[in-house]
């Protein structure tokens, strides 16, 4: 059973039922809905179909509603673009009309990026493509002169090198599509361009209004979010490594080492993490992956990533079945590593909470014992959460009888949801009903050992307070 899970971007490549069916048999955990692109009514449908999909098959995907947050734009020229040379002076002009560009100027998005950046500032358009150094600032007008040209069009991207621009995360719009989404009952809401544990709790203290216990993804795409890592991992219930913006921001030589030390720290802090952007963009348009993209996957498998992550290569690519496919095959070739079942996470910590104590024993005691799998009864998913960032081949199957927390650990590396209503059935009964619903499902099998964690209140959040070691016996389910 593939560990590591995989999302995928729903765009017009992939938005039809039809294909939605083929990537969710072939592997797709939840789907991203990318809010910078599209209206409220295509996500709406979207969703509608995710689910009816899911129904049919009779499987949850879980799903991401990613918001726009403030990408900051240059805005349009008369003639649709201009051709830049090195040494040419540029203007970029804060005041300007929306579509008059021209080959002196242009404006952009974000009226106050005048104040936030002083001469000998490097300006990234287009995702780096082309380079402008800030030589001086005249009221609302920053003039530039051109590094690197190139032809430069309509509505692309600018980032400062080095970070610093002041935009909140949270725009106006972000805040309608966050509640459109969070009504249409999406599973996580990813936040763009934090950069600190504030702009997470001010898009909580939204969830809470809204009356919503919809989680939150923290997009690491600004170098200030890097130099407040801890502190967003600890407000967040999982990250995101956007390495795109990042990658502008920091230089993409500086990615790998950043990409590395952020799944460490979020796995520490008993964090989900997903690795994102540009994992198999070669499969955009043909069928086969680069040999560095296949190892670009690999090895944020063996650093230990929850999730990696597919954008326009299912969005809009050509062949997104297919590349989900190959994503799956490279996830579980690289997970038969010994190296990556084996671990010591927090095995010199305290425990504060009875339920994350029970968790880690379970773990601790499941890779010495050789158990064939574990069983955690489940409200919200916490426990399987503490269980999973333990390095292990061992399947971790959350029964659990909420939807909703079914779709949400989807996302949890080496966690598998199992529908099962535990306040149907009598207390003495419950282990003999999973041990059954294993055997049947072909899980394991007779003679095999299974870890089962539960509380002893059923139904209760937060109860998982034991732990029972079961020997699997056919003729009488238990031993």
């Not at 560095?292 to 230990?304: M, R, S, T």
């Not at 009888?401 to 099962?420: A, C, D, E, N, W």
């Not at 964690?453 to 016996?473: E, H």
């Amino acid at each position: 059973m593939r560990r590591t899970k995989i999302i995928a971007t729903l765009g017009p490549a992939s938005c039809k039922p039809i294909t939605l069916e083929k990537l969710v048999r072939e592997g797709v955990d939840l789907f991203r809905l990318n809010y910078s692109h599209q209206d409220h009514a295509s996500h709406e449908q979207a969703i509608k179909d995710v689910r009816d999909t899911c129904k049919k098959l009779g499987v949850e995907t879980g799903i991401i509603a990613d918001l726009q947050g403030p990408k900051i734009r240059l805005e349009r020229f008369r003639k649709g673009s201009i051709v830049l040379k090195e040494d040419d002076p540029f203007i970029i002009d804060t005041a300007l009309a929306p579509s008059a560009g021209n080959q002196k100027r242009v404006g952009v998005t974000y009226k106050k990026l005048a104040k936030d950046v002083r001469k000998g500032n490097v300006l990234l358009i287009d995702d780096g493509r082309i380079e402008l150094v800030v030589e001086k600032i005249i009221d609302q007008e920053i003039h530039c002169r051109t590094v690197v040209g190139g032809r430069l069009s309509n509505n692309k991207g600018i980032n400062l090198l080095g970070g610093g621009l002041s935009a909140k995360a949270l725009t106006d719009k972000d805040k309608l599509d966050l509640e459109h989404a969070v009504k249409n009952g999406v599973d996580y809401i990813a936040v763009s361009f934090v950069r600190s544990a504030r702009d997470i709790k001010s898009t909580r203290s939204l969830l809470r209004k809204l009356k919503a216990r919809t989680r939150i993804i923290a997009k690491f795409e600004r170098i200030e979010a890097i130099h407040n890592a801890e502190e967003i991992i600890d407000v967040s219930d999982a990250i995101m490594i956007a390495r795109g913006d990042m990658g502008v921001e920091i230089g993409d030589a500086g990615l790998p080492p950043v990409q590395k030390r952020l799944i460490s720290l979020a796995r520490e802090m008993d964090t989900a993490v997903i690795t994102a952007t540009q994992m198999m963009e070669s499969m955009i348009g043909s069928q086969t992956p680069l040999r560095a993209e296949v190892f670009d996957v690999a090895n944020a498998v063996l650093d230990g990533t929850d999730a990696v992550m597919l954008s326009g290569e299912t969005s809009v690519g050509r062949y997104p079945v297919k590349v989900v496919k190959t994503m799956a095959t490279i996830c579980a070739e690289t997970e038969k590593q010994r190296s990556i079942r084996t671990s010591d996470h927090r095995i010199n910590t305290r425990f504060e909470k009875i339920d994350e104590a029970v968790a880690m024993a379970t773990m601790y005691a499941a890779n010495h014992i050789g158990a064939s799998a574990i069983v955690s009864l489940t409200e919200t998913g916490s426990t399987c959460l503490w269980m999973s960032r333990i390095s292990s081949g061992i399947p971790i199957f959350a029964f659990t009888r909420h939807q909703s927390t079914m779709r949400r650990i989807k996302l949890y590396r080496g966690v598998y949801p199992v529908f099962f209503d535990v306040t149907t059935i009598k207390t003495t009964e419950v282990n003999r009903k999973i041990i059954e619903d294993l055997v049947n499902s072909g899980h394991v099998d007779n003679g095999d050992t299974v870890i089962i964690t539960r509380g002893d209140l059923s139904g209760r959040r937060g109860g998982t307070n034991n732990m029972k070691i079961v020997k699997v016996d056919t003729n009488s389910n238990l031993k």
